[in-house]
């Protein structure tokens, strides 16, 4: 079982987040965000879109993370143009004990630290640490993970974007009304998505020149 628990205040390079576990989601919000107008957000999945994925895999330690070409452009394009940048990743390897959320929380920290020493804060990072037969409302393409996001971050769902690699991603992005971007490459057919890109730099081109 999952336990939850109280607000944990962890600093990664100068950056102060809270890190909580609540009801099956590992969430990272940046500490004492003032009350400001809702901000026009991207979504990011994290497995295949931000770093390699593992086949018949998961990444367990941060040796296992590697970023997948041209990721940290990409993103220092978003902040640029004034986007605000969550992650939201299903993590099932917590509830079949391959890995501890404590793992999870070692590696996104250090996530976290090489964006920033790279010039990307992240606003937040939202996991759900259930396996898909837990039936829970947070693992996508259900859309508690981004609901959780909008209760901790201000986010505007109606001017924002969601770039994923699978039709979970695309499908919770779509839910909550966001434009949504299939990095598919070779894999197959996304037609519900917005848009389908080669990869990350083809996504964002397109996402800022549809901003509104």
């Given amino acids: 079982m999952i336990q939850s628990t109280k607000a944990t205040a962890l600093r990664f390079s100068d950056t102060l987040y809270h890190v909580t576990t609540r009801d099956g989601i590992l969430s990272f919000n940046l ?8 901000q026009r957000t991207v979504f990011l999945d994290r497995d295949g879109v931000l770093n390699q994925r593992i086949p018949g895999g998961y990444v367990t330690r941060w040796t296992d993370f590697v970023f997948l070409p041209g990721v940290i452009g990409a993103l220092v394009k978003l902040k640029v143009a004034g986007f605000q940048l969550v992650i939201v990743s299903n993590q099932a390897g917590v509830a079949k004990g391959i890995f501890t959320c404590a ?3 070692q590696i996104t920290g250090t996530l976290l ?3 920033q020493t790279a010039g990307v804060l992240v606003e937040g990072a939202f996991f759900c640490l259930h396996m898909p037969a837990d039936a829970c409302p947070c693992r996508k393409p259900n859309v508690g993970l981004l609901k959780e996001a909008g209760r901790v971050l201000p986010i505007d769902f109606s001017r924002s974007f969601l770039i994923g690699d699978s039709p979970s991603d695309i499908q919770a992005g779509a839910r909550m009304g966001c434009t949504t971007i299939s990095l598919c490459g070779d894999t197959g057919e996304f037609p519900s998505a917005d848009y389908r ?3 990350i730099n083809d996504a964002v081109v ?3 020149g549809r901003r509104s």
């Fill in 31 to 38: 500490s004492g965000v003032p009350s400001k107008a809702l």
């Fill in 103 to 105: 793992d999870l929380i």
């Fill in 113 to 115: 630290d090489e964006l």
């Fill in 197 to 199: 890109a080669e990869n």
């Fill in 206 to 208: 397109w996402l800022i």
